[in-house]
Nanobody, 128 residues
Framework: QVQLVESGGGSVQAGASLRLSCAAS????????MGWFRQAPGTERVFVAV????????YYADSVKGRFTISRDNAKNTVYLQMNSLKPEDTAVYYC?????????????????????WGQGTQVTVSS
């Protein structure tokens, strides 16, 4: 099993920055591709960003491209989501997720079903 714990959420004003962290733990030596999703009130959960375990392409949702950056620190088993120039429409619960693949093929990284493990979510609220 892999446990994922998000942190770093909070309430900020538009234009501010936040960095979310997702720490992975568990008695496993498996490698994972990591993704971030978010769910705003009254909407379905949507893809935000993904980073492969091995070298590969990073993908971002169009709504966050240029503002958000996903990264990982393998030594700490942690993935990050740096969020800059936050907008009220970024308000959502943010979830990290782990997929049991080294990297994705095609566009399957956008689908929730591609991920085996999920964190509990962390709330991000951006006010005008």
């Amino acid at each position: 099993q892999v446990q994922l714990v998000e942190s770093g959420g909070g309430s900020v004003q538009a234009g501010a920055s936040l960095r979310l962290s997702c720490a992975a733990s568990g008695r496993t030596s498996s490698t994972y591709t990591m993704g971030w999703f978010r769910q705003a009130p009254g909407t379905e959960r949507v893809f935000v960003a993904v980073i492969p375990k091995i070298e590969g392409t990073l993908y971002y949702a169009d709504s966050v491209k240029g503002r958000f950056t996903i990264s990982r620190d393998n030594a700490k088993n942690t993935v990050y989501l740096q969020m800059n120039s936050l907008k009220p429409e970024d308000t959502a619960v943010y979830y990290c997720a782990a997929a049991p693949v080294l990297r994705f093929s095609g566009t399957s990284y956008k689908w929730e079903g591609s991920y085996k493990f999920w964190g509990q979510g962390t709330q991000v609220t951006v006010s005008s």
